[in-house]
């Protein structure tokens, strides 16, 4: 079992910047890849970016160059620095765990960009 904890959402004006964090407690040594997805009204969710344990990233095109994926020295928290916020990044963030058989998600902090 592992247990994600999203903190770090908030209201923000476009060209502003939010750092997104993301604490995982249980069984962490099982994680291969932790990532960031969101979903916005009325569309599917989707990848934002992701990170794995070796420290390989891969992000959204649409967050390339604004957005940065890391991992704290303890292995157990990731973070999603986002800068020049645009009001199409508003969504729910969620953070996400893979293991080699099944994923879990956190609860999601809501980010809202006004123009």
Do not use: H
């Amino acid at each position: 079992q592992v247990q994600l904890v999203e903190s770090g959402g908030g209201l923000v004006q476009a060209g502003g910047s939010l750092r997104l964090s993301c604490a995982a407690s249980g069984s962490i040594v099982s994680i291969n890849v932790m990532g960031w997805y969101r979903q916005a009204p009325g569309k599917q969710r989707e990848l934002v970016a992701s990170i794995t344990g070796g420290g390989i990233t891969n992000y959204a095109d649409s967050v390339k160059g604004r957005f940065a994926i890391s991992r704290g020295n303890a292995k157990n928290t990731v973070y999603l620095e986002m800068n020049s916020l645009k009001p199409e990044d508003t969504a729910d963030y969620y953070c996400a765990a893979f293991l080699v058989s099944r994923s879990y998600w956190g609860r999601g902090t809501q980010v809202t960009v006004s123009s």
